[in-house]
């Protein structure tokens, strides 16, 4: 089943974009995702400790998370809770957890937002996204089994 949820783009400096997403997270908290079709995993801000849970001990591990041309970064995971976006709303599941203070520096710097997380690759293949400029859509597909949290 098809479902589709509104992007909004954000021009950081002179033709440097980004699109984002507009999420609400269980007590009425709304965060904003970067969509980053660049990155392998979604990753989320660890200093949002209201919407996730560390993984329970002996499952934790440490992942490794870096940009092009920045030295790794040391990630945990994490069980992220349930979020919805537009019509959709997305079960829990693993993420990697990064303190992004110093990103979001210069997203409030430049545009006076916040961001919560990137959303990477392993969530857009998993809905098989299909993402239009044009409109500023992100047409997404229900999983067609239930699952536990992806990894």
């Given at each position: 089943?098809?479902?589709?949820?509104?992007?909004?783009?954000?021009?950081?400096?002179?033709?440097?974009?980004?699109?984002?997403?507009?999420?609400?997270?269980?007590?009425?908290?709304?965060?904003?995702?970067?969509?980053?079709?660049?990155?392998?995993?979604?990753?989320?801000?660890?200093?949002?400790?209201?919407?996730?849970?560390?993984?329970?001990?002996?499952?934790?591990?440490?992942?490794?998370?870096?940009?092009?041309?920045?030295?790794?970064?040391?990630?945990?995971?994490?069980?992220?809770?349930?979020?919805?976006?537009?019509?959709?709303?997305?079960?829990?599941?693993?993420?990697?957890?990064?303190?992004?203070?110093?990103?979001?520096?210069?997203?409030?710097?430049?545009?006076?937002?916040k961001i919560c997380g990137l959303i990477g690759s392993d969530f857009l293949?998993?809905?098989?996204?299909?993402?239009?400029?044009?409109?500023?859509?992100?047409?997404?597909?229900?999983?067609?089994?239930?699952?536990?949290?992806?990894?």
């Open positions: 089943m098809k479902h589709v949820v509104s992007l909004r783009l954000i021009e950081l400096e002179e033709n440097n974009y980004h699109l984002v997403l507009a999420s609400q997270f269980p007590g009425g908290r709304e965060y904003t995702w970067v969509i980053d079709t660049g990155a392998s995993r979604s990753v989320f801000d660890l200093t949002l400790t209201e919407c996730y849970t560390s993984l329970p001990e002996g499952e934790e591990m440490n992942v490794q998370s870096a940009g092009i041309g920045a030295p790794a970064l040391e990630a945990s995971l994490g069980i992220l809770s349930p979020f919805s976006a537009g019509p959709l709303t997305f079960p829990p599941m693993k993420i990697a957890l990064l303190d992004l203070t110093h990103i979001n520096d210069l997203y409030f710097h430049a545009v006076g937002e293949m998993e809905h098989r996204a299909i993402i239009d400029f044009g409109k500023l859509e992100m047409v997404l597909m229900r999983p067609h089994k239930t699952r536990k949290p992806r990894s």
